[in-house]
């Protein structure tokens, strides 16, 4: 949605960034009833959002000496409906527009969607083996500080998982880029300085983007992590190009995603 951001109560006064703060009422005094000091409205998809995973990683490691667990995490079925409740309420707040400004695509979004989808598989799992049970953990203990595995650290029996993870967020992301784009060349039209997207180019990565997504997809995340992470790097760079007008980060995106064919 596009909003005037900065805004002023008419009760008492008090100024304060919607962008930043993400409520409609008075920091001051509590009313709903302010006006838009900006003259703009601006796009606005990314609300604050914090991400604190302590409480379950204490839990899982208080269950597995209590249980006994050898290589199976049981502490893992004590907190997965709520450790995805609070993932999904993570996810579903934040967005990569913020005041009209596009973000990169962070790798904390990336590691909360890959441990919705870790958890989830992982619990589905006959006989989790040792590797398994520690990537649940590797993940659990860095998501919130965004720390992702690499690549090459991907234990076989999760990685179809990884990949959903990846191609839901990057999917997500393109289009976004894609609003940004619409933005922007709406913007051009009123403007005489022009920003220097040409929209047919990175209209043609976008298009590649959502083919390789789709790809993934149909394989229900069946592909190499390496190959799931070269979509990342892609929209990464497409984002970079958007924001900068980094030609050559568009020509590497454009590269990366061609050499997945």
Known sequence: ??????????????????????????????????????TERKRHTDAPATLDLTRFREAVADAEPRRGADTELEGVDEIADELGSTLREYLRKRGFIRGGELLPLDDTYLAAR???????????????????????????EGTDEGARPEPEAVPTALAPARGLAIATVVEAYRDELVTYLSDLDEATETEEDAVGTDTTDVTTVLGRLRDRTKRVRALEGEVDPAEAETLVVAAREIGAYLRDDDLDALARGHDRLADVD
């Open 1 to 38: 949605m596009k909003v005037r951001g900065d805004r002023e109560c008419t009760d008492c006064g008090t100024r304060w960034s919607y962008y930043d703060t993400g409520e409609i009422a008075c920091p001051g005094c509590g009313s709903l009833r302010s006006v838009g000091v900006e």
């Open 114 to 140: 890959e441990l919705l989808e870790v958890v989830h598989a992982y619990r589905r799992l006959q006989d989790p083996d040792e590797a398994a049970s520690l990537y649940v953990l590797k993940l659990l």
